[in-house]
């Protein structure tokens, strides 16, 4: 008698789960990566080769924006001054020695597998419909850790200024938390292979860590790493490609 109540305690939870539609399971997975509307985020990224040896690191402080708006500034010495910005769909980069914006997509690359737009954007809920595939089982981010359960979501990418067109996601089954995601580009080809790192992985309150693993070339991995995020809406100039071309002072 005591198994089988069991059994109906998990088969309840297991429904409860299923039935959360995928627009609030993502919302919930975006509260992981971005904890406010508007956001200040200090963000350092290494490459490392396919032997394990280090290769470059780059930091960068990201201006994540309420409407699909993104400012980057490129902080390491080898690039200061350029910029990102991100509004909607449209990326631009301007350079500190040009007085035009330069028009790219956002699977420009910024550093190692780390393109423009896994750096610009950080909302899965706004980008992405799709469907819950089921319940399985995962590796936890602690390694040595027992798998735990988690809920597989496919999605399909919204809009074009996307850089992923599919995304096959996995998601703690209790918190929603983003454990790991494979990504796919318009040709469906998988591009790369995500896993997120969480500061406590017995109650996780926030993604510190972002591990792409290239699955196409080169095969290195790079670690996107969040060091610092604060609230913060920068002025509505700042997100105007003719008055960053300027070189205005943003502090």
């Known amino acids: 008698m005591k198994l089988f109540i069991q059994t109906l305690a998990t088969l309840a939870l297991a429904g409860a789960a299923h039935a959360q539609d995928v627009p609030t399971l993502l ?17 350092q990224i290494n490459v490392v080769n396919a032997d394990g040896t280090p290769d470059k690191e780059r930091r960068y402080k990201v201006f994540a924006q309420a409407g699909r708006k993104s400012l980057v500034l490129m902080q ?14 449209d990326f631009w980069l301007l350079m500190p020695d040009s007085q035009r914006p330069l028009r790219i997509t956002p699977m420009q690359k910024l550093l190692g597998d780390a393109s423009t737009g896994d750096i610009a954007t950080m909302s899965w809920a706004d980008d992405y419909s799709g469907k819950l595939v089921g319940e399985e089982r995962c590796d936890a981010t602690t390694k040595g850790s ?13 809009r074009k200024g996307v850089t ?25 080809k998988l591009a790369k292979q995500a896993t997120f790192v969480l500061d406590k992985p017995t109650a996780p ?47």
């Not at 390491?76 to 769909?89: F, H, I, N």
């Not at 027992?146 to 919204?158: D, R």
């Not at 290195?220 to 995020?229: E, G």
């Not at 997100?239 to 502090?251: A, E, H, I, K």
């Open 27 to 43: 919302k919930a997975a975006d509260k992981f990566r971005m904890s406010a509307d508007n956001l200040q985020v200090e963000t």
């Open 76 to 89: 390491s010495p080898a690039e200061r001054g350029q910029k990102v910005l991100m509004l909607g769909d």
């Open 146 to 158: 027992p798998q735990v359960p988690c809920l597989h979501l496919s999605l399909a990418a919204t």
């Open 164 to 188: 992923y067109q599919r995304i096959e996601l996995w998601l703690g089954k209790v918190r929603f938390e983003p454990l790991k995601a494979d990504l796919y580009v318009l040709s469906d």
């Open 205 to 251: 309150t926030m993604v510190t860590e972002m591990v792409l693993a290239d699955q196409v070339s080169n095969h290195k991995t790079t670690h996107v790493r969040y060091l610092n995020r604060k609230e913060r809406q920068v002025p509505q100039e700042w997100l105007n490609p003719m008055f960053l071309v300027r070189n205005p002072p943003l502090d």
